[in-house]
């Protein structure tokens, strides 16, 4: 099982930047899929963008050339770089990944969570 923790969460104003961290934790054989989903109040949990481990990445259309995502294999860690934050990026940012077992058999693994909070 994978255990992911992510941290960089916190407030900052609009126009401002922070960069999200997330390390994985555990036994497996490779982990295929990192990256953030979001979920703001009273909305459906949304992705924000992903990388595998080739490192081809995919985006929200909102969040195209504001943020960048990118991993570290060695770490088993993915980050997210956040930049001209807008308070309606105000958010719980979760990290996921897709791994496999030592088995070979595929699965998913979310964090806690962390918050980010916008401010006009």
């Known amino acids: 099982q994978v255990q992911l923790v992510e941290s960089g969460g916190g407030l900052v104003q609009a126009g401002g930047s922070l960069r999200l961290s997330c390390a994985a934790s555990?036994?497996?054989?490779?982990?295929?899929?990192m990256g953030w989903y979001r979920q703001a109040p009273g909305k459906e949990r949304e992705l924000v963008a992903y990388?595998?481990?080739?490192?081809?990445?995919k985006y929200a259309d909102s969040m195209k050339g504001r943020f960048i995502i990118s991993r570290d294999n060695a770490k088993n860690s993915v980050y997210l770089q956040m930049n001209s934050l807008k308070p309606e990026d105000t958010a719980v940012y979760y990290c996921?990944?897709?791994?496999?077992?030592?088995?070979?058999?595929?699965?998913?693994?979310w964090g806690q969570g962390t918050q980010v909070t916008v401010s006009p």
């Open positions: 555990g036994i497996f054989f490779s982990i295929d899929v």
């Open positions: 990388i595998t481990s080739s490192n081809s990445t």
């Open positions: 996921y990944g897709e791994y496999s077992s030592i088995l070979r058999i595929r699965y998913e693994s």
